[in-house]
């Protein structure tokens, strides 16, 4: 572990919304977070995560020049049209600015999928260079599955794919965290699916690490069943869960559902991501998950992005959510 960021290879009786105990009045409750920070603290091995009123944990990490913060933001979707957002890559450029403009220069950003709408190569041309314009050290992505439209992802991976393993995942590690960046779109039915490869990818990586190292683990879709009838769940995931814990702090950040949302399972917290692009409905809200037109003016007030910061040998991170200016 070094502090250069080393690529290796870059539940009671309400209703139940699925089989991992999420009732419907909890799954509210969560979604309802925006805009406030939610920080994660780690208390006899257990991730705790609870909404900040006030930010001493974020301010005391981020004062330290030494700190690790870094930026999450997803399904930026160019090339989509619709009423739900008429102006997808005016949004991803407001994004943008808003990174560059936090008062920080985050030490990566990592975009959780859904690049594209369509995966043309126009399409990942233009969010690779709308991505070079981030003041950042590194920039990290992981694919959606609207970026690898009718090519197994052969066209995500020609523009995005160097130095990863496989069908893209890899790993890295800076200020003593080690990161996993995971696919898990490319055999898409119902759910979303890693695959042995993969797996046994994780395991060797995982396999040298301290119980006491902070992992953090990106995704697209959802590692845990947050609402398996809309497939927002993947499928073999259990098995890369099992491996993670032994370790005494794993946080995983997903984009995919277009929505904030926060699951603790014993050391695991997951963590939801919302969108750049346009709002999907709440689970059992809507008969499918299709893109939402909300009243004029509202639509920034569902489109936000994450800042992460982390004190190392603290084994605690600050998670604050950003509603799009």
Not at 16 to 28: A, K, V
Not at 57 to 74: C, E, G, I, N
Not at 171 to 176: A, L, M, W
Request: glycine residues 10%; aromatic residues 8%.
């Amino acid at each position: 572990m070094t502090d250069d960021m080393d690529e290796q290879n870059p539940a009671g009786t309400e209703e139940q919304t699925g089989p991992e105990g999420m009732t419907r009045r909890q799954l509210m409750r969560h979604a309802g977070w925006f805009g406030g920070a939610v920080v994660l603290t780690v208390a006899g091995g257990e991730v705790i995560s609870h909404v900040a009123h006030d930010h001493d944990k974020a301010a005391t990490a981020a004062a330290d020049p030494h700190a690790l913060r870094f930026v999450q933001v997803s399904d930026s979707h160019i090339g989509f049209e619709g009423p739900a957002n008429t102006d997808v890559t005016g949004s991803f450029e407001n994004a943008v600015g808003q990174i560059n403009s936090l008062g920080f220069r985050p030490d990566f950003v990592m975009h959780t999928g859904d690049l594209t709408h369509l995966s043309t190569p126009a399409q990942f041309d233009q969010v690779k260079q709308m991505l070079s314009t981030v003041r950042t050290e590194r920039v990290f992505v992981v694919p959606g599955e609207h970026d690898s439209v009718g090519d197994h992802g052969k066209a995500y991976r020609r523009a995005f794919g160097a130095n990863t393993s496989g069908d893209g995942w890899y790993s890295f590690d800076t200020h003593g965290v080690h990161f996993l960046a995971l696919v898990n779109t490319l055999s898409l039915e119902a759910f979303g699916h890693l695959g042995t490869e993969q797996i046994d990818f994780v395991r060797k990586d995982l396999a040298g690490l301290k119980s006491d190292t902070p992992i953090v683990v990106f995704s697209h879709i959802p590692l845990f069943a947050m609402y398996p009838a809309w497939g927002w769940t993947t499928d073999d995931s259990l098995q890369v869960i099992n491996m993670l814990r032994r370790f005494s702090s794993v946080t995983c950040l997903n984009g995919h559902v277009h929505q904030l949302f926060t699951k603790t399972e014993g050391n695991i917290t997951f963590h939801s991501a919302t969108t750049t692009a346009y709002p999907l409905p709440k689970p059992g809200q809507a008969d499918k998950p299709v893109p939402q037109v909300l009243p004029a003016g509202r639509l920034k007030d569902a489109l936000g992005l994450r800042s992460v910061t982390y004190h190392e040998g603290d084994h605690a991170l600050a998670v604050k959510e950003e509603r799009l200016t």
